[in-house]
């Protein structure tokens, strides 16, 4: 026999639709095509927000928001630093109480 005889005779036997992809394959295929497009532009959106690194040593210094009024002022005069911290100190010695003005001394007597 001979090689076309033969390949005759397979095509013959072969239904028309073996090897052929159908509409719903190309169908699959776009779907899956647009599903991955709006993944990858999506997923570029969330990667445009991450730091450029997560060492806080790269981080750029925050904001730092005084405590007090004394703070603000940049000027550094010689004894500022030691007259804000005895301002912010508790008082060693309490001023005389009201009722004890009131009473004194000669009311006890």
């Given at each position: 026999m001979s090689t076309a005889f033969q390949t005759v005779l397979a095509a013959e036997e072969l239904p028309e639709d073996i090897g052929k992809a159908g509409?719903?394959?190309l169908l699959l295929i776009v779907v899956l095509l647009i599903a991955t497009a709006l993944l990858v532009k999506s997923m570029s959106g969330?990667?445009?927000?991450l730091p450029r690194s997560f060492d806080p040593?790269?981080?750029e210094p925050g904001i730092v928001v005084p405590d007090d009024l004394s703070e603000l002022d940049a000027r550094?005069?010689?004894?500022?630093?030691?007259?804000?911290?005895?301002r912010r100190a508790p008082l060693a010695i309490e001023p005389p109480r009201d009722d004890d003005r009131r009473n004194g001394p000669a009311a006890q007597g």
């Open positions: 509409p719903l394959g969330h990667l445009k927000r040593a790269d981080q550094s005069e010689p004894g500022q630093e030691l007259l804000d911290t005895l």
